[in-house]
């Protein structure tokens, strides 16, 4: 069965951390391309992290030199560890895995037909 599990969410105050887990439970081709998104309250959601299989990252400007991705592939868990949180990363955060019809990995949504329920984060100011 192909699902992704977020956990990890919570409320924490500005300049707080907190890592995001997703558990993957996907074919091996998507599993090679995963990412995190998110989408606040009454906005459009927007493509945080990308990870690929060689281990290339791309990031989002907004969270640059804050967040980063990682994979534990023993684990089949993919995270998100989030520093110097901002009130503007209030938001629901998804994972997501690589559609079987796309090449490449980019950080957009079409790129990605396999999603976690959510998981929340609000940073308080």
């Known amino acids: 069965q192909l699902q992704l599990v977020e956990s990890g969410g919570g409320s924490v105050q500005a300049g707080g951390s907190l890592t995001l887990s997703c558990e993957v439970s996907?074919?091996?081709?998507?599993?090679?391309?995963m990412a995190w998104f998110r989408q606040a309250q009454g906005k459009e959601r927007e493509g945080v992290a990308t990870?690929?299989?060689?281990?290339?990252?791309r990031y989002a400007d907004s969270v640059k030199g804050r967040f980063t991705i990682s994979q534990d592939s023993a684990k089949n868990t993919l995270y998100l560890q989030m520093n110097t949180l901002k009130p503007e990363d209030t938001a629901m955060y998804y994972c997501a895995a690589r559609k079987m019809s796309v090449v490449g990995c980019g950080l957009v949504e079409s790129t990605f037909g396999y999603w976690g329920q959510g998981t929340q984060v609000t940073v308080s100011s």
């Open positions: 990870i690929f299989s060689d281990g290339t990252t």
């Open positions: 996907v074919n091996a081709y998507s599993r090679a391309c």
